[in-house]
């Protein structure tokens, strides 16, 4: 799994890790948020791209960005890229929870930002899937306080 950083261009997952601790401890007084949200977006009934973004956010004070994308073949139904986008996100959330337990910095906060809100077609699946994330043991948040997904991960499906 390869990660993309836009002033950096393409890290490893321990690299991603290895940057995102770096930049913790440029200021390690600070409050801090480790961000991941999943988007995802069809095109020309072929196939989807789904992108999923890292964001270690210094409360207040600005953040960095990465992000991973893969190709899959056309999901017709809103609801199975929805469970997928919710299960990318956990994924990579429980691959950075190990990282951070093994390295002292389990006390970071991890939010998982998901793709639906109350406005629109993904009304009806809110409770399933933010319920998948909490039983999962990580915050949820959803539009219109789902910035990693719904602003920067949807940045890179086009």
């Known amino acids: 799994m ?85 299960s990318l996100s956990l994924d990579v959330a429980g691959r950075f929870s190990a990282l951070l337990a093994e390295n002292g910095y389990a006390q970071l906060d991890v939010e998982i930002h998901l793709d639906v809100g109350e406005a629109g077609d993904t009304k009806e699946l809110i409770r399933e899937v933010v319920g998948m994330v909490i039983g999962s043991g990580f915050d949820a948040r959803i539009k219109p306080d789902s910035y990693g997904a719904s602003k920067v991960a949807d940045k890179y499906t086009k």
Do not use: N
């Open 2 to 86: 390869f990660f993309t950083s836009p002033s950096k261009g393409k890290l490893t997952l321990q690299e991603t890790f290895a940057d995102i601790i770096a930049f913790v401890r440029e200021h390690p007084k600070e409050k801090y948020k480790l961000i991941i949200g999943t988007d995802s977006q069809t095109h020309h009934d072929k196939e989807t791209t789904f992108v999923a973004a890292i964001i270690i956010h210094r409360v207040g004070k600005g953040g960095r960005y990465y992000f991973y994308r893969e190709q899959r073949r056309f999901l017709e139904s809103l609801r199975q890229r929805i469970f997928f986008e919710a």
